[in-house]
């Protein structure tokens, strides 16, 4: 029987539009499913192999007439969703608008912390942690802070069955709480530079959400800073951009645009916004990380001073900036397919499978033998390599799961490859016999090269492919009426722009979209403002975004 895997319970956890049913419904259904797994029949299910009839044969048996995700092209939410539930990244919280990241999705947020642990840590930046309770009288000290953040609070009246004497925040971000202990260590110029970074969890209550994208609590790292100099805040707030920029581009293959935010898109409570933008699969735009020059605002309303060097009793300049789990959303709709979902090595969980195929039980120990072999060389050339020796699923079926996960390469082996010392390479990025190698040597130092420089290919290509459909997908614009009409196709828009916030908000009530930011690369001379015909020193990025 082939069971429909067109998923209700992320679309009715995210999705305002499907009818709700109660969780423990839900649960059923879904654990119903996922004991009946269905994958498309891919690329590898198509290709010819070096176990000829065997591997053949397995295939045909393991193929499905229906496809297991519902394609981009025909309903790109529902694709996501799909791809979210049947990779195994996310569940839906009891919640509504609440996530479960499962181990696989969590992976990925664990390779993002790593890497960007480093970089912080490099760059001058201890991590600790602050409490996620904070007083209600905090958020209202700094005026813009609160008006920006009033709608999404989640607020605590009761705290051991009584009713509170002050009203408590779930942290929706931190720069009150910090400024208050900042108050405390920071004296005298001494103190300063003063450069933190904490790993936390975030609760905004979000009315429309979307897995790792928008949800009630999310998972980020938010660093904070404090200067003696607006110098030395701006150039952090710079810095930190920068490192997030590299980020994207090199781990994560997304070719975001870099840029400052306009004012009416500037965080509440900020000087200055910077952010890196990416374009998805459905062109929409998606703010993947930001950073703050907080100017004087926070220290002003909170009295984080300090002795200069001349002895006057100064403000703090800070800075604040952060990204969070919104990034393995970005990474899935970046670069997933009508398979599933489509990992850059350097971020994947797994970066090589290894799937022995036996057909007869006296063929069994020779090509596990061979395949641990396998493994256990890769493992110790720094590879994150698994082997799937399970007994209880076909080769076949196995192609199609690791498929779904987007591990960038396959290794097969079989009894015919294990007599002629070699293996099957597939990847996961080139479908058909294209993507598909025979006859790789098993000698370790010979496939230890092999496989990480298809690795390295596979990075270069996936971020290539990117940035071709992100550049396609740009329209220069002259004019209101190019603007409209480039937005009304989907694409991002980029024209110059010196207007103010009115028609910056015409803009968006009349369109959908908003000032993405000014891109730090900027082509040179003036030019006329597409909205006002007036002078115009920079050109700004329009778009629909998430």
Same mark, same amino acid.
């Given at each position: 029987m082939v069971v429909s895997l067109r998923l209700p319970s992320l679309s009715s956890l995210f999705l305002p539009s499907v009818s709700r049913r109660s969780p423990a419904v839900l649960r059923r259904h879904h654990h119903h499913i996922l004991r009946t797994p269905v994958f498309a029949a891919s690329f590898s299910a198509q290709t010819t192999v070096s176990e000829t009839d065997d591997r053949v044969d397995t295939q045909k048996s393991n193929r499905v007439q229906d496809q297991a995700v519902t394609p981009r092209s025909k309903d790109f939410n529902a694709w996501y969703l799909d791809v979210i539930e049947q990779a195994e990244l996310a569940d839906y919280g009891p919640v509504r608008g609440t996530m479960v990241i499962r181990p696989y999705g969590y992976a990925i947020w664990e390779a993002i912390q790593d890497y960007l642990n480093v970089k912080f840590k490099e760059t001058g930046h201890s991590n600790m942690y602050f409490p996620q309770? @904070?007083? !209600? =009288?905090? $958020? %209202?000290? &700094?005026a813009s802070h609160v008006e920006g953040f009033s709608p999404e609070l989640a607020v605590v009246t009761i705290g051991g069955g009584k009713e509170l004497e002050e009203k408590l925040v779930v942290r929706p971000t931190s720069e009150t709480i910090v400024n208050h202990m900042f108050t405390q260590w920071i004296h005298s110029y001494r103190d300063l530079p003063l450069m933190v970074n904490q790993w936390a969890n975030v609760t905004r209550w979000e009315m429309r959400t979307k897995p790792f994208v928008r949800t009630l609590e999310f998972l980020w790292q938010e660093g904070h800073t404090a200067h003696a100099t607006p110098e030395e805040a701006e150039k952090e707030a710079i810095q930190m $951009?920068? +490192? !997030?920029?590299?980020?994207? !581009? #090199?781990q994560t293959a997304m070719p975001v645009i870099a840029g400052r935010k306009s004012k009416v898109e500037t965080f509440a409570g900020a000087v200055k916004t910077y952010t890196i933008e990416a374009m998805m699969g459905d062109r929409k735009a998606l703010q993947a990380g930001t950073s703050h020059n907080l100017g004087q605002n926070f220290s002003r309303a909170f009295g984080t001073q300090f002795t200069d060097e001349s002895g006057l009793r100064q403000h703090v300049w800070q800075t604040s900036w952060a990204v969070s789990t919104r990034f393995v959303g970005g990474i899935i709709m970046t670069h997933g397919d009508d398979t599933g979902l489509m990992l850059p090595p350097k971020i994947a969980p797994i970066q090589v499978v290894i799937i022995p195929i036996?057909?007869?039980d006296d063929d069994r120990a020779v090509v596990l033998n061979a395949a641990s072999s396998v493994k256990e060389a890769l493992h110790a050339a720094g590879i994150k390599v698994k082997l799937d020796d399970s007994d209880q699923r076909t080769p076949g079926w196995?192609?199609?799961?690791? &498929?779904?996960? *987007? +591990?960038?390469l396959r290794i097969e082996i079989g009894p015919r490859d294990v007599s002629s010392q070699s293996v099957v390479v597939s990847r996961r990025d080139v479908p058909g016999k294209q993507g598909k190698v025979? *006859? @790789?040597s098993m000698e370790p130092s010979v496939l230890e090269a092999y496989i990480k420089d298809k690795l390295d #290919? $596979?990075? =270069? =290509?996936?971020? %290539?492919?990117?940035? =071709?459909?992100?550049d396609s997908n740009i329209v220069d614009v002259s004019s209101y009426d190019e603007l409209k009409v480039a937005i009304s196709q989907g694409k991002w828009a980029r024209g110059p722009w010196s207007a103010g916030d009115k028609e910056e908000l015409r803009v968006k009530e009349e369109t959908g979209a908003t000032i993405r930011c000014f891109p730090f690369e900027q082509p040179r001379g003036i030019k006329s403002c597409l909205m006002t015909g007036n002078p115009a020193e920079e050109v700004a990025i329009f778009a629909k975004s998430y």
């Open positions: 309770f @904070i007083p !209600y =009288s905090f $958020i %209202e000290k &700094e $951009i920068d +490192v !997030y920029t590299k980020f994207a !581009y #090199e036996w057909k007869k196995k192609f199609n799961f690791w &498929e779904m996960k *987007g +591990v960038p025979f *006859g @790789i #290919e $596979i990075q =270069s =290509s996936l971020l %290539e492919k990117a940035k =071709s459909f992100r």
